[in-house]
């Protein structure tokens, strides 16, 4: 017996052949890009990620006290953390964080702000780097 492409047997295993590729492909929306940023998600619970944000502030206000030339900052406050309520990475020569920092103006302060910081860290040179930390405009 022969069969032709057009045979109903044929065009109904190639419509289930097209359907379990296109079912197990990744979507797009869940395959992360190469130098794309990826969210982390349960950041509040996240010790990594508030530890990088501890971090964070900790260098700002070392940053504070002694300048980046050597002299203190005059009539600026030190911060003290809060807690991250965002994070994104970024695998570049490491892996680069985008954090969503709240930080009170003070030890003993209510007035809490947001911040953005970015560090980037290298664990095989066992070293982290605060590369920014402004005032977040949102």
């Not at 190469?34 to 990088?52: A, D, F, M, W, Y």
């Not at 964070?56 to 911060?79: C, D, F, K, M």
């Amino acid at each position: 017996m022969y069969l032709h492409y057009s045979h109903p047997f044929f065009l109904l295993l190639s419509t289930i052949c097209l359907l379990t590729f296109v079912a197990a492909a990744p979507s797009p929306a869940s395959t992360p890009v190469v130098g794309g940023r990826t969210l982390v998600p349960h950041v509040e619970s996240n010790k990594e990620i508030q530890s990088l944000g501890r971090f964070s502030v900790a260098q700002y206000n070392y940053h504070l006290r002694n300048g980046s030339n050597g002299t203190a900052t005059p009539h600026a406050r030190p911060l003290a953390f809060s807690r991250v309520v965002e994070a994104e990475t970024q695998v570049v020569s490491g892996v680069k964080y985008y954090l969503k920092v709240i930080a009170k103006d003070g030890k003993y302060s209510t007035n809490e702000k947001l911040f953005d910081a970015v560090v980037v860290v290298k664990p095989w040179l066992k070293s982290k780097e605060l590369v920014s930390f402004t005032p977040s405009p949102k």
